[in-house]
């Protein structure tokens, strides 16, 4: 196929999209990459010899995975109770948890991490008032607890907009379809699994994605509650990856950090993409 | 005149007024063309600090102006949170300011990646430096050249004391003052009657998670006679048993003499002071900057309360480490730095020698010219430690600066290579299990060492 001159004139329209892309995208992937590959493989030697690179890894897999699952099985859960009601009620009470949402994380954070104090918490205080607790418990300091409520809080936080990519997916559903399967007197269960999820695949799939490299890159929510700890507990490579660039000033090990966390990423992105890919053939067809 | 003598005359001034307009003209020309004074800008960036600040350095930069028509000092606030991303990017991408006024903590890496310039190579620096308490300018002091002009400092270990909860515990002398604690057997004993007396309030509340709070903690290590590194060799030096003892007690306050909570470990510095200023702690631990906090949040508190530096470890219940013991650590936290980027070096210094040697260092704190009066800030020059507001506010410390024990050995924060990483990534891991009862202290201070030895080895 060869360009003529109309061609070329309308690929020079992308240029202005173009540009900021390759300059703040593609660019520092490259760069970070040549930083990466300095002199190597030494910092990913460096990297990989770290315990608290290794459990952090270990950490936002897990996180990643309990946390996206959890939060993509909510809110689909949220987004059929609240579109199976002829009540505006829970359209308004998902508007108003998008408040959640627009509020900035670190002002979330903060909340949160004051909220669950041992001594100031309201959470604490709720607790003891109930009798349920004798003392206060430092949920934020607390090995057990901490890495539990990092994969709550960013739950949390991303429930609303997903529940909304939810409702507004099952209200495109042509609504022929459920009325066929209310007049067929289908029950509840049936409707959910043979015509909602289906016509929700594609979202959900991207969703999924979506969830899974918030989970991954989220850094706000983790420093300003628990700072990664206790004992590295809810350290993950984002938070690490700050650390060591611009605290510990090891730009090199950052780099080398970062390049495998994207490495992974796309690993897991094309892999999940492919396990769908059925899903995907549906949509180009 | 006939009229061709008209026409003449006429002809002639027309001339005249052509030729004067035309000299004008030119002159003017000339005259504009003439190069103006030139203006260099300055850049000047302030990472943190507190309202007050914020008022007092742009009304500085103001009256620097006004005094130097061919100096502009531009001033801009930056995040304290963020000031090393700042600045290592600004560097990168060639767009540093001149100046900015930051921490020590970090000016081993910041010299030793080439941001700064040494201050000691320009004129007058001896005039500059003569202002300062000998202790305090030392601790801008990197490898043999001094590299910033501070402000004030901040210090660490200090202690605040609810002066209404110890009255109430009867810890008091004779004439009624509240008893000080001086050693760590008397805030073990100060801290239970306290709590006794006064139900709902801790004896004794200090802080564990964060980077701060392990400054805290690294204080009170060095005045027990504890070291990062060995003077000598060098080398890390985390298993003394100066360390393990700071832990070791923070350990025994929180299970065995259960004047402090569990909670400390999700306790940051500010939710410390916090809790003190609210009646929650009898005492507590923090810098010499619980009154910026009080300012800052503008909040009143319902009794009377003073700060001392903490208490030292006598060595009878606990061991001491074998170095040297110091009063404090000190972190001035608003030193003006010059980057090595500038284009501008001569004007940025002409900047600070103004500041330093017209009294505005002086005059930074209770009694600062712009009105709002500056809390919390230690004194740095002589000046300041005379300013009568300071000396009422500070009753206790003005009393050991006068005694000469307020910078007894008093040494700037430890700086090396590796040291962030020490204090954010292990040391609190190290604590937090002494605290949590997972490890002994000798377990987690063996395995810090392993850590620090690791890190300062591969620097």
């Known amino acids: 196929m060869t360009m003529n001159g109309r061609d070329l004139f309308g690929y020079l329209w992308l240029v202005p999209a173009a540009f900021p892309i390759f300059l703040f995208l593609i660019y520092p992937i490259f760069y970070n990459a040549v930083l ?4 190597f493989p030494k910092n990913f030697l460096l990297a990989f010899e770290d315990p608290v690179f290794q459990i952090s890894l270990r950490n936002s897999l897990l996180f990643a995975l309990t946390g996206a699952t959890l939060t993509l099985g909510l809110a689909l ?8 009601r002829e009540s505006s009620f829970g359209m308004w009470a998902i508007i108003l948890t998008l408040l959640v949402w627009v509020t900035p994380e670190i002002v979330t954070a903060i909340t949160w991490s004051w909220m669950l104090h041992s001594k100031f918490g309201i959470v604490n205080w709720v607790l003891i008032w109930a009798g349920l607790l004798e003392r206060g418990i430092p949920w934020l300091g607390h090995p057990q607890y901490a890495p539990i409520l990092i994969v709550f809080l960013i739950t949390w936080r991303l429930l609303p907009f997903l529940t909304l990519l939810f409702v507004c997916g099952i209200l495109s559903i042509p609504a022929e379809y459920l009325e066929a399967a ?7 269960r049936y409707i959910v699994r043979y015509i909602l999820i289906p016509a929700l695949r594609y979202p959900i799939i991207i969703a999924y994605i979506l969830v899974f490299v918030w989970f991954m890159n989220d850094t706000a929510m983790i420093m300003a509650t628990t700072g990664g700890g206790p004992f590295h507990l809810t350290e993950t490579v984002a938070t690490l990856i700050y650390k060591t660039g611009f605290n510990y000033f090891k730009f090199e090990v950052a780099a080398a950090m970062s390049f495998t966390q994207f490495l992974i990423l796309l690993v897991i992105c094309i892999l999940f993409l492919h396990a769908f890919r059925k899903y995907w053939w549906v949509v180009r067809r | 005149m006939n009229k061709s003598g008209i026409t003449k005359l006429q002809a002639i001034l027309i001339i005249v007024v052509v030729v004067i307009a035309a000299a004008g003209g ?12 030139e203006v260099v800008e300055i850049v000047y960036w302030e990472f943190g600090g507190i309202g007050s600040e914020h008022i007092y350095m742009p009304w500085l930069c103001e009256q620097f102006n006004k005094e130097h028509p061919n100096i502009k000092v531009k001033w801009e606030h930056k995040s304290w949170m963020e000031k090393r991303d700042i600045l290592i990017s600004s560097f990168i991408t060639g767009t540093a300011p001149d100046i900015v006024s930051q921490d020590t903590g970090s000016l081993g890496d910041f010299v030793e990646m080439g941001y700064y310039v040494p201050l000691d190579t320009f004129p007058d620096w001896e005039k500059v430096k003569a202002i300062f308490v000998p202790e305090v300018i030392e601790t801008v002091k990197y490898k043999d050249h001094y590299w910033g002009v501070p402000t004030y400092f901040d210090g660490a270990p200090f202690l605040a004391i609810n002066v209404d909860a110890f009255k109430k515990a009867g810890l008091v002398d004779a004439e009624g003052n509240i008893l000080i604690p001086t050693t760590w057997e008397e805030l073990i004993e100060y801290a239970k009657k306290a709590q006794e007396a006064n139900p709902g309030m801790y004896g004794f509340l200090f802080p564990v998670p964060t980077y701060n709070d392990m400054v805290m903690f690294e204080a009170i290590v060095y005045q027990n006679g504890g070291r990062w590194l060995d003077p000598e060799t060098g080398k890390p030096v985390v298993d003394d048993p100066a360390w393990k003892s700071v832990a070791q007690l923070y350990h025994d306050l929180v299970h065995v003499y259960k004047v402090s909570p569990e909670g400390v470990i999700d306790t940051d510095y500010y939710k410390c002071i916090m809790a003190f200023l609210q009646g929650k702690a009898a005492m507590a631990l923090g810098l010499t900057w619980f009154r910026c906090i009080e300012s800052e949040m503008n909040i009143t508190t319902p009794f009377k309360w003073v700060s001392t530096l903490f208490p030292i470890n006598t060595g009878k219940t606990y061991p001491r480490g074998k170095y040297p013991t110091v009063s404090m650590i000190m972190d001035p936290t608003t030193t003006f730095y010059i980057i090595s980027a500038s284009k501008h070096r001569e004007e940025a210094w002409e900047f600070i020698k103004w500041i330093a040697l017209n009294g505005y260092i002086d005059r930074y704190g209770p009694d600062a010219p712009t009105g709002v009066p500056i809390l919390g800030r230690a004194p740095a020059t002589y000046g300041q430690w005379k300013n009568q507001k300071w000396r009422e506010l500070e009753p206790y410390l003005t009393k050991l600066y006068e005694e000469g024990k307020l910078f007894q050995g ?7 290579r590796g040291i962030i990483e020490l204090l954010e990534k292990h040391l609190p891991d190290a604590v937090k299990a002494v605290i949590l009862e997972y490890k002994t202290a000798d377990e987690a201070f063996r395995d ?12």
Do not use: H, M, N
């Not at chain 1, 209310?182 to 509840?188: P, R, T």
């Not at chain 2, 030119?26 to 004074?37: C, D, E, G, M, S």
């Not at chain 2, 008093?410 to 090396?416: E, K, R, Y």
């Open chain 1, 182 to 188: 209310k007049v067929d007197g289908l029950k509840f």
């Open chain 1, 77 to 84: 859960l949220i987004a059929i109770i609240v579109t199976s």
């Open chain 2, 26 to 37: 030119i002159a003017y020309y000339f005259l504009t063309q003439q190069k103006p004074v």
């Open chain 1, 36 to 39: 990466a590959f300095q002199g």
């Open chain 2, 448 to 459: 810090l060492q392993r850590a620090a030895e690791k890190i300062v080895g591969a620097e």
């Open chain 2, 410 to 416: 008093a040494q700037g924060i430890p700086t090396f």
